[in-house]
């Protein structure tokens, strides 16, 4: 019994520690997604004013062409999935996208870009074919560094001609628990969602105008990608808060359990040492008797 009794207080033990553990890891998703989501106006303030400059270099020429669209009808499919674990079915949902795109376009023509450990791990164990993958960010401040490489990445394959279409996928961070996935045609590019801006002075460009737009949608599409990034961020953590909300409400109860169970045990132990107590006082021989 007092084997059984010392065996259910070092579970508690056990079970205290990983309710402590579980307690820190939503602690700090809390404050990454909070973090992420400051900072994406900032993301969205830079797009603008790339927008605005697109508006512009448009009122310079005629018919910007956009995006290279030469090559093989190519379909690139970015999705943005978790880096770390814990995350619920966030890498499910993004990865559900991303499938449903690849199997949408014409047999060997989309090639699938990845970001994130485990999205990775789960793309594999679907047998979905990776063309490039990277580690995702953890924290805000890594974001424009990886939207430089996937801006990379992306321009180098539409310039060998091996894409036309780019579509990504990223998760976006919404009140209720639900996982929204955002899609994003990032080209061929629409300039017509620049209204084109006349100024009684013209800018002064020191670039042919259909280069400067061509650099200008590059710049915007990394804005873009900034912003995804940053917003996935969000998702990632909002996710992973809520797995660890749900993980610590299940500890609660097994914390719960184990307690009741060693106090049972204990008044059963105690129980016991009374009975065999009473056993040998009983036990115990008479004494003599006193004479007359």
């Not at 939503?26 to 790339?50: D, L, N, P, Q």
């Not at 199997?103 to 164990?125: F, I, K, Y």
């Amino acid at each position: 019994m007092t084997e059984r009794l010392s065996d259910v207080a070092a579970r508690i033990g056990s079970v205290r520690q990983l309710s402590s553990v579980i307690g820190a890891m939503r602690g700090i998703a809390a404050a990454r997604a909070r973090e992420a989501r400051e900072r994406v106006e900032g993301a969205r303030a830079y797009a603008r004013t790339v927008g605005a400059a697109i508006g512009q270099a448009l009122a310079l020429v005629e018919g910007p062409e956009g995006l290279p669209s030469d090559g093989a009808d190519g379909h690139l499919i970015i999705a943005l999935c978790a880096e770390q674990g814990f995350a619920g079915p966030f890498n499910r949902r993004v990865l559900d996208v991303a499938e449903r795109l690849m199997n949408s376009a014409r047999p060997g023509a989309s090639e699938l870009l990845l970001l994130g450990g485990r999205g990775l791990v789960a793309a594999e164990e679907r047998g979905l074919k990776v063309g490039w993958s990277a580690s995702m960010v953890a924290h805000v401040d890594e974001a424009a560094a990886l939207a430089d490489r996937v801006t990379d990445q992306l321009y180098a394959r539409l310039e060998q001609g091996r894409a036309t279409r780019v579509t990504l996928a990223h998760a976006t961070p919404e009140p209720s628990a639900e996982i929204r996935i955002v899609e994003r045609t990032l080209a061929p590019f629409d300039f017509a969602r620049f209204p084109r801006t006349r100024n009684p002075s013209p800018p002064l460009i020191s670039l042919p105008p259909g280069i400067l737009l061509a650099e200008l949608a590059e710049e915007y599409v990394f804005a873009e990608l900034c912003e995804a990034l940053t917003l996935s961020l969000a998702a990632e953590n909002e996710a992973r808060m809520r797995a660890m909300t749900a993980a610590k409400s299940n500890v609660s109860k097994m914390l719960d359990e184990l307690v009741a169970r060693s106090r049972q045990l204990r008044q059963e132990e105690i129980t016991n040492e009374i009975i065999e107590l009473g056993g040998r006082k009983a036990a115990e021989p008479s004494g003599a008797s006193r004479g007359r």
